[in-house]
């Protein structure tokens, strides 16, 4: 469905001849549903991205993640490479509004389900992304949203924010390992 969706959107984005294929939302989830749905959730660092063609006008984006940490599910290599439509190619190029994407040299964490088989294999798009951060002083990895923001907090519901208001960095700024033992505390033994 998800391929069909994708080549509606782009051959409507060609045929209208608009810079984009459209937008893309996302349903909110709550941290347990993030957890859940996950084939896989993994720490990595974006090491390498190229886009390519898998049809006609498709155009994805393949993003290889290496230094991996692997929390639920596994990987059957080194590094993983996370599919995601959008990207260029030459002159042409495939824009998704409000479609994540990532950061080359950025360690992350992500929430990963449908890999190479859907558009967005992330799930709950930016909700299932995290900047992990070390600080330099103390040689800690924090923990931040999609958008760069602190998280100090794990959501008890869906749209319910992990972030400070004020968007600062503070002490309370979640680290690492105390985030990986939610993921899992939230993950049945089964699926580990």
Do not use: C
């Amino acid at each position: 469905m998800w391929k069909l969706l994708a080549g509606l959107l782009v051959v409507a984005g060609y045929f209208f001849q608009m810079p984009s294929a459209g937008a893309v939302s996302f349903e909110a989830r709550s941290f347990d549903a993030l957890a859940a749905e996950a084939e896989q959730v993994v720490i990595g660092t974006v090491a390498a991205k190229s886009a390519r063609r898998t049809g006609a006008r498709e155009i994805v984006t393949d993003y290889r993640f290496d230094n991996l940490k692997i929390i639920k599910g596994t990987v059957p290599a080194a590094s993983l490479t996370v599919t995601m439509l959008g990207g260029s190619v030459g002159a042409d190029s495939l824009a998704v509004a409000g479609a994540p994407a990532f950061r080359l040299g950025v360690r992350y964490l992500v929430f990963v389900s449908g890999n190479g088989s859907v558009m967005f294999p992330i799930v709950g798009g930016d909700q299932g992304i995290f900047q992990m951060r070390t600080d330099a002083s103390s040689g800690v990895s924090r923990v931040h949203d999609y958008n760069g923001r602190p998280v100090t907090r794990l959501p008890q519901r869906a749209l319910e924010s992990m972030t400070d208001s004020a968007g600062i960095e503070t002490a309370e700024t979640m680290t690492e390992a105390a985030f990986v033992d939610a993921i899992r505390g939230r993950i049945p033994a089964v699926a580990r």
